[in-house]
């Protein structure tokens, strides 16, 4: 009777034990999960631009892919309740997203692909906190904004990438995205204020964040184009050059029996 009830003990202490464990790797495997989902709807941005890009800059940033999320990730922790005020056109967003890009065509100059890609990171950030109505209003509180936020890390989206818009001055188009963007605050904020954190908050805000991440991922490839586009006027001069050189030296070495001539025929006179 002893044996019987101690080996009663034993499994039952096995099974609460596995059990402990099991929900311990469940706990784990889900906050993992988490974590992945925080991030997807920004790193997929960044990844649908890369994959649109040209091949080269395409090969350059993938490569360099562990930057770039790196780099995401940081922003979006520093963010805070950073804005750009559409109504006065106050708030440091415009402006830092400018001095990012800039930064970009820079390190392209320089043929510095980690930093290309540690910039195109904070470009993918500051891009979509512009296509966020809630950043581009004085009304708004940090919480409201976290809260929004926290409903886009955590829906699905399909990224769609319309052709690259035309850009003649980088801030100037960065206004317009905020412009176009505060068109849906309304709709947004209307649908935030009532709401506690995490819930779902249906299709009509669904459907609005869909249209501002497609605008979002539009702007950043068409920034991207435009960079790479200015960087290949600043090196095409160069390549020219060395090609013309390159032609030059050519030829004197195929006719340089002739020049030789010419040269001890000079002298001779």
């Not at 101690?6 to 039952?12: A, G, I, P, R, W």
């Not at 100059?109 to 581009?136: F, H």
């Amino acid at each position: 009777m002893y044996k019987k009830s101690s080996h009663l003990k034993v499994s039952f202490f096995k099974i609460v034990s596995v059990s402990i464990i099991f929900m311990l790797i469940l706990l784990q495997s889900n906050l993992l999960m988490i974590d992945h989902v925080e991030a997807l709807t920004y790193s997929d941005v960044a990844l649908s631009v890369i994959n649109k890009l040209p091949l080269e800059w395409s090969y350059v940033l993938k490569e360099q892919n562990e930057v770039v999320q790196n780099s995401i990730s940081n922003c979006r922790a520093k963010l805070g309740s950073m804005k750009y005020i559409v109504s006065n056109g106050s708030g440091q967003l415009i402006d830092l997203t400018v001095s990012i890009y800039n930064n970009i065509t820079s390190y392209m100059d320089k043929n510095d692909y980690t930093n290309v890609a540690k910039s195109y990171g904070l470009l993918v950030c500051y891009v979509t906190a512009l296509a966020d109505p809630l950043r581009l209003s004085g009304n708004t509180t940090r919480d409201l904004i976290d809260s929004y936020e926290y409903f886009v890390n955590h829906e699905s989206f399909s990224i769609v990438i319309e052709s690259a818009d035309s850009i003649t001055d980088v801030k100037d188009y960065l206004k317009n995205l905020a412009v176009y963007s505060y068109n849906y605050f309304n709709v947004i904020y209307k649908s935030m204020v009532n709401v506690t954190h995490g819930s779902n908050l249906g299709s009509s805000v669904h459907n609005v964040t869909q249209v501002l991440i497609n605008k979002a991922a539009t702007a950043t490839y068409s920034l991207m184009i435009k960079a790479i586009n200015d960087h290949r006027i600043k090196v095409l001069p160069l390549g020219v050059a060395w090609i013309a050189v390159g032609i030059v030296i050519g030829i004197i070495i195929m006719k340089r029996e002739n020049v030789f001539r010419i040269i001890k025929k000079s002298k001779e006179e």
